[in-house]
């Protein structure tokens, strides 16, 4: 007699296939948090990078070359005002005049994120106890990095030296 039908043995071959399929396609599926986190991250770096140059393009027309202090980007309150640095581009938000406003310290990376984009995400020192999107650190001469909280090793890389704003979406680097 004859019966149809899967031997134990089959079912346990298929079932250590589909465990050996399930556990190389997981990481995968679990990574797409993180893929969500870089790609809000790659947003938030095009919008900072495409102030800059807004902001750039506005003192270059305004002022030419040169370092300038308060200049009005999006209106003349003093949120809405930067200062630019001898090469022309933002560096602070600071209501007094310098005769060469530099991008010299935290509070400055601050002031640059918050001038130069609408609603950007919030932002904090290392210092600040405040649960912040990103930390701004001041790494040497005229240049930020804010870091991404949420997840460690991403961060949006400002040089206002030069304009450069570059996006560190590696997280295990």
Avoid at 55 to 69: D, F, Q, R
Avoid at 156 to 168: E, K, P, R, W
Wanted: charged share 15%.
């Amino acid at each position: 007699m004859k019966k149809n039908g899967f031997t134990i043995i089959e079912l346990v071959v298929v079932i250590v296939i589909i465990g050996i399929i399930a556990v190389t396609t997981a990481p995968r599926f679990l990574n797409i948090s993180t893929d969500s986190h870089i790609a809000a991250v790659k947003g938030t770096g095009a919008a900072f990078k495409a102030g800059v140059d807004l902001a750039y393009s506005k003192n270059l027309t305004l002022n030419g070359s040169g370092p300038s202090t308060n200049i009005p980007i999006y209106d003349d309150s003093a949120t809405g005002q930067l200062d630019f640095n001898e090469w022309g581009y933002p560096v602070q938000q600071w209501p007094y005049a310098e005769d060469f406003p530099r991008l010299d310290n935290p509070e400055d990376c601050i002031s640059v994120w918050g001038a130069i984009q609408l609603d950007p995400p919030s932002v904090s020192s290392f210092n600040s106890p405040n649960d912040t999107d990103y930390i701004a650190e001041y790494i040497y001469t005229d240049q930020c990095r804010y870091h991404y909280r949420v997840v460690p090793g991403i961060s949006i890389y400002y040089n206002s030296m030069n304009g450069d704003v570059t996006v560190d979406d590696e997280p295990n680097n």
